[in-house]
């Protein structure tokens, strides 16, 4: 495709970076609080229109919230890894240091306490 000579490369929306885009659009959109103070809190009218899904996904995208999450589900993990050791310890096995996986240790427990109720039983 010809550029006419009075038309740059720039008017074209693709020759613009997404983030360019973005940053464009939350210029235009962006207005004052307090039209009187220059220094006010500022929102953009993009940001208003949204629905509370793609609020909730913008917040999520950002480097603070994915560190956060990260953090609580290595703590979450680091908890049940804890609970399976702990549960492991309480299992008869043969050998005694036996390394199971998680769904071994569970069928394990479920076999012992099948067990445990039957000699109550008797």
Known sequence: M?????????????????????????????????????????????TQNLSREEKRRRRRATAKYRSAHATRERIRVEAFNVAFAELRKLLPTLPPDKKLSKIEILRLAICYISYLNHVLDV
């Open 2 to 46: 010809m550029l006419s000579p009075d038309q740059t490369d720039s008017d074209h929306p693709w020759a613009q970076s997404d983030a360019e885009s973005v940053l464009n659009d939350m210029k235009v959109g962006c207005i004052s609080d307090d039209p009187g103070d220059g220094e006010g809190k500022i929102r953009t009218i993009a």
